[in-house]
């Protein structure tokens, strides 16, 4: 599989929270007719497709809602810990974009911001 290749029509955009991300985003679409997509815009449909075996982090928050997520039982654990939690999370999650990622690399050229793929399709895509 050659990825580079595959992959070849995705533009990142990362940056931190408030950097512009989203702004820059737009601003590539509407100039050069690009769609984008947010990752953020799929969470809830990735977490509804993860699994105990292939995503046990996301499979255990993916029925809290995002107060019982950040509760003091989470907060109480070391940064680390809660770094890595984080990571995991996001790590299981790029399995889902990547497989749309690859699912949709032949039809479409797609700026994407964070962990993100594009698609004129939404969610569905993925998987």
Same mark, same amino acid.
């Given at each position: 599989m050659d990825l580079k290749r595959m992959l070849s029509h995705v533009y990142w955009i990362g940056g931190s929270p408030c950097a512009g991300k989203t702004t820059l +985003?737009? *601003?590539? +679409?509407? %100039? /050069?007719?690009?769609? /984008? /997509? *947010?990752?953020d815009d799929c969470y809830e449909d990735h977490m509804s497709?993860?699994? +105990?075996? %292939? %995503?046990? +982090?996301? /499979?255990?928050? *993916?029925d809290l809602t995002w107060s019982q997520v950040w509760s003091s039982q989470f907060c109480s654990l070391t940064v680390d810990v809660q770094m890595q939690e984080v990571i995991t999370v996001y790590q299981e999650q790029f399995q889902f974009i990547f497989r749309g990622l690859i699912k949709t690399s032949e039809y479409f050229k797609r700026p994407c911001r964070r962990s993100c793929f594009t698609s004129r399709n939404g969610c569905t895509l993925a998987g």
């Open positions: +985003a737009r *601003k590539l +679409a509407t %100039q /050069y007719n690009f769609t /984008y /997509y *947010k990752c497709r993860s699994t +105990a075996d %292939q %995503q046990p +982090a996301m /499979y255990r928050i *993916k």
